[in-house]
């Protein structure tokens, strides 16, 4: 995988252990982390998203957006887009002998070569869209092995797949030709949480576990390649630190946006300006590992332009039970739609 590491890294959702030559070596720095900048900007950010929450919660209306209603007609076909998102990026994976992550290589762990393999079976398998619930069972058990190899870091940073499995296994396809599926707002409400969940986290724990708590992975990166720093390209600093608190609060304030599911249309389009930059900065494994992340970032848009769908995905409490019976939302007695493909 010498291609994958050598190429260039920038942007604040880049995978940084993608992209450097040990990533291993690197010391674990508490002061930075907890340095009065780090504190100070991580509050704001913080207390910008529990805001941002309380704000459109109570204020903006469902959709935000209304004129991208029209995008919720692609509801019913979702769960059958991630799966292939998914599948795809599995199977991709396993040619470049990666485990789960573009940076977990089992090039020399023995046995490898069966491990890939089972990968990339199952990710053939989300692909055909087949019995997509087994599949789902089958990603989840992926992670154990994960744990074994690599610690729960390396997991955790990869849990945007798991939230993606989690939803298949609660929501799977339908069973015709194109995968499409009815699906009903309070039959949404836990499988888009766990969706929600995974990719947050993820990205919550990208922003500690590349960047703040081991600031010297991109202070490498950023000795090579002093251009990718804006903010030293300004002028308006002599050091890296800044850009990369900046970048890491960044990360940190997208995935708490994304787990409160607060406006997902504007978060959607928040997200999508750093994940498709640093698409033109890197080889195709930034896409191929940002693939579930994409996928999810499509069906929080989709069901946040729905109108009868788009109150689901804003619940950060989908076990408890709605006022008034199921199929209404809290304190609202609306009745629920059920969402169906054209004709169906």
Do not use: C
């Not at 799977?172 to 969940?197: K, M, N, S």
């Not at 946006?257 to 300006?273: D, K, R």
């Amino acid at each position: 995988m010498t291609n994958l590491l050598a190429a260039p890294a920038i942007a604040p959702v880049a995978h940084v252990k993608w992209y450097v030559e040990d990533p291993t070596g690197a010391d674990l720095d508490l002061s930075f982390a907890l340095s009065p900048l780090t504190l100070g900007l991580t509050a704001v950010a913080v207390l910008t998203v529990i805001g941002w929450r309380a704000v459109a919660v109570r204020k903006a209306p469902v959709p935000e957006i209304s004129r991208l209603s029209f995008l919720g007609r692609l509801a019913p076909w979702i769960a059958r887009i991630l799966a292939i998102h998914l599948g795809v990026s599995l199977l991709s994976l396993s040619v470049a002998d990666a485990y789960l992550s573009p940076g977990l290589s089992v090039e020399d762990v023995p046995g490898g070569w069966l491990i890939v393999l089972v990968q990339a079976v199952i990710g053939v398998w989300l692909i055909t869209g087949v019995a997509l619930r087994p599949a789902a069972v089958a990603v989840i058990a992926l992670g154990p092995l994960g744990l074994l190899l690599a610690g729960p870091v390396p997991v955790l940073e990869g849990i945007d797949r798991l939230g993606v499995a989690v939803f298949l296994l609660l929501l799977p396809p339908g069973r015709d030709a194109h995968g499409a599926r009815p699906v009903t707002a309070e039959q949404l409400r836990l499988p888009i949480f766990a969706l929600r969940l995974g990719v947050g986290i993820a990205l919550v724990v990208l922003a500690f576990s590349e960047k703040l708590l081991v600031p010297d992975l991109m202070r490498e990166l950023l000795a090579e390649r002093p251009y990718l720093d804006p903010l030293q390209g300004l002028g308006l600093t002599d050091s890296p630190d800044l850009f990369i608190v900046v970048a890491s609060v960044t990360e940190l304030a997208l995935g708490l946006l994304i787990i409160s599911g607060a406006a997902p249309q504007l978060v959607v389009f928040a997200a999508g300006v750093p994940f498709n930059v640093t698409l033109i900065f890197f080889d195709r494994f930034e896409l191929i590992g940002h693939l579930p992340v994409y996928g999810a970032l499509l069906a929080l848009l989709v069901y946040g332009s729905h109108p009868e769908l788009a109150r689901s995905v804003r619940d950060l409490a989908p076990w408890r039970a709605r006022p008034g019976g199921p199929g209404q939302a809290a304190g609202e007695g609306e009745v629920e739609a059920l969402v169906s493909p054209p004709g169906g």
